[in-house]
Structures are given as structure tokens and as C-alpha cells.
């Protein structure tokens, strides 16, 4: 088992930064591959960025690509977000999620373990 806690949202204008972590506890980190997703009322959850255990691969989505930073620390078990040049369609709840042998790290299927998320506001 896995538990994960996001944190680091908030409200932040047009342009600026923020930086989410995700805190992970359980089992040996450094065997899950860590994603982050985003979701906004009405719609489904979309991927944003993937990182893989050893930290070697990442992944990102093209709306946020150049813009956006996935990073992890395996030895205080926490992956974080990197977010520059926020828009306002930045806005939505972010959450990390886990899993062993992510093959499809699009796909939310793909992963086994969620946090609760934290709320990302982009105010215009």
C-alpha cells in the first residue's frame, strides 16, 4: 500500500509559478512510477506528466511541455510538479498517482495508487 499527499496548490496570477509535491509513504519508492494529473468540474481527469522510478524518463502533455517540470527525490519519497508560466487553463485539481510498471502513463487505469489533490487557481 501506498499513500500519497499532495501539496503546494493555491491561487496565483497569470504568468506566475507554483510547485507541487506529492509525499509518499509505503513501500520502496523508488519502484513506482509517479504520474500527474488534472481534473476540472465536468470533465475527465487528464494527464500532465510522468516520471519513472529511477527519475531517468519523463513525459509530459503538450499543453504543458516547455512550461512544466516533473522531478523526484527518492530519498525523502517525493515527487514534485514545477509549474512556470502558469495560464488560467492551468486551473484544476492536480493529483499525483503511483503504480509498478506504468506502460501507458497516459492512461489513468494505469495506476494503482491516488492522492487526494490540490486545488491549482490561475486568476487572469
Known amino acids: 500500500q501506498v499513500q500519497l499527499v499532495e501539496s503546494g496548490g493555491g491561487l496565483v496570477q497569470d504568468g506566475g509559478s507554483l510547485r507541487l509535491s506529492c509525499a509518499a509513504s509505503g513501500r520502496t519508492f523508488s519502484n513506482y512510477a509517479m504520474g500527474w494529473f488534472r481534473q476540472t468540474p465536468g470533465k475527465e481527469r487528464e494527464f500532465v506528466a510522468y516520471i519513472s522510478g529511477s527519475g531517468s524518463r519523463t513525459y509530459y502533455a503538450d499543453s504543458v511541455k516547455g512550461r512544466f517540470t516533473i522531478s523526484r527525490d527518492n530519498t525523502n519519497n517525493t515527487v514534485y510538479l514545477q509549474m512556470n508560466s502558469l495560464k488560467p487553463e492551468d486551473t484544476a485539481v492536480y493529483y499525483c498517482?503511483?503504480?509498478?510498471?506504468?506502460?501507458?502513463?497516459?492512461?489513468?487505469?494505469?495506476?494503482?495508487?491516488w492522492g487526494q489533490g490540490t486545488q491549482v487557481t490561475v486568476s487572469s
Open positions: 498517482a503511483a503504480a509498478i510498471g506504468v506502460y501507458r502513463y497516459l492512461r489513468t487505469d494505469s495506476y494503482d495508487y
